[in-house]
């Protein structure tokens, strides 16, 4: 005979596994700092405007 589970124990551990996963989710999607996200932009943006100014016009 096999020996008995604590259902309890299984239920936590099985929250505690998806509440990992969704931690790494978040964490992938919004895993830049504010100072990082204002620094991609303007980056970004220096390339957008540089990449106009060269635009020749017909």
């Given at each position: 005979?096999?020996?008995?589970?604590?259902?309890?124990?299984?239920?936590?551990?099985?929250?505690?596994?998806?509440?990992?996963?969704?931690?790494?989710?978040?964490?992938?999607?919004h895993?830049?700092?504010?100072?990082?996200?204002?620094?991609?932009?303007?980056?970004?943006?220096?390339?957008?405007?540089?990449?106009d100014?060269?635009?020749?016009?017909?």
């Amino acid at each position: 005979m096999s020996q008995p589970v604590n259902l309890n124990r299984v239920r936590k551990q099985k929250a505690r596994q998806e509440k990992t996963v969704r931690a790494a989710q978040n964490a992938a999607a919004h895993g830049q700092t504010k100072a990082s996200k204002a620094l991609q932009k303007a980056q970004t943006d220096k390339a957008a405007k540089t990449l106009d100014s060269h635009r020749r016009d017909p």
